[in-house]
């Protein structure tokens, strides 16, 4: 069945420096999905990729989709405490919608 | 409504009763999903409802699970026999409809079983 992975699980990060969460899927995917869920939270969506290369950006934000639509990656630049959560991908293939185990970033102030 | 709604906010139960969770997703939305999330885990996906196709249950990790859905919105997850190893987080969300349409998760239900 389809799988979705990400690295890291968890990561600690002073406040300032840069977070790179990765995912990756088993089987090439018609669009991935990144959602944000705060401690204590739920998860809420913060994009969509739809395209081979996708590039998108929200302000420090910055989300790639792979050529090969099989990966895709999620870039902090200059963390800040507000970033702190878990960061979950969900991939879409065929009619199965999976979601990676999520990275757990902590900044420390 | 704004949002998806769950209730009980939180459940205590005693091992082998039954509980039922409750979510009441957007108006509008015809698919729904459930979601369990154990203490720093990520998310276990239960089952999905579509309009009114028969549900995907491909998710549910026993025959003690059960998901209804009436009328197209409101949708009830019984768990029978409940044991300890069911306490987790209980997430409903709900979408347009696609399978690539954003999700729009609920506060979740905190079920512990003693």
């Known amino acids: 069945g389809q799988q979705v992975m990400q690295i890291p699980q968890y990561q600690h990060v002073q406040e300032g420096e840069d977070f790179t969460t990765y995912c990756n899927s088993s089987t090439t995917l018609s669009n991935i999905q990144w959602y944000k869920q705060r401690p204590g939270g739920h998860p809420v969506f913060l994009i969509q990729l739809v395209k081979s290369g996708e590039v998108k950006k929200q302000k420090r934000l910055t989300f790639q989709f792979g050529e090969a639509k099989k990966n895709s990656s999620l870039h902090i630049t200059a963390t800040q405490t507000t970033d702190v959560g878990t960061y979950f991908c969900?991939?879409?293939?065929?009619?199965?919608?999976?979601f990676g185990g999520g990275t757990r970033l902590m900044v420390k102030p | 409504g704004a949002g998806v709604s769950q209730s009980p906010s939180n459940k205590v139960t005693e091992k082998g009763k039954d509980v039922e969770l409750r979510c009441d997703p957007i108006s509008g939305h015809t698919a729904l999903y459930w979601y369990r999330q154990s203490l720093g885990q990520g998310l276990e996906f239960l089952i999905y409802?579509?309009?009114?196709?028969?549900?995907?249950k491909s998710g549910l990790p026993s025959d003690r699970f059960s998901a209804e859905r009436t009328g197209g919105s409101v949708s009830t997850l019984t768990i029978q026999r409940t044991q300890q190893e069911d306490s987790a987080v209980y997430l409903c969300?709900?979408?347009?409809?696609?399978?690539?349409?954003?999700?729009?998760f609920g506060p979740g239900t905190r079920l512990t079983v003693l």
């Open positions: 969900a991939g879409v293939a065929g009619n199965m919608l999976t």
């Open positions: 969300a709900s979408s347009s409809g696609l399978l690539t349409d954003t999700q729009y």
């Open positions: 409802f579509q309009g009114n196709s028969a549900p995907d």
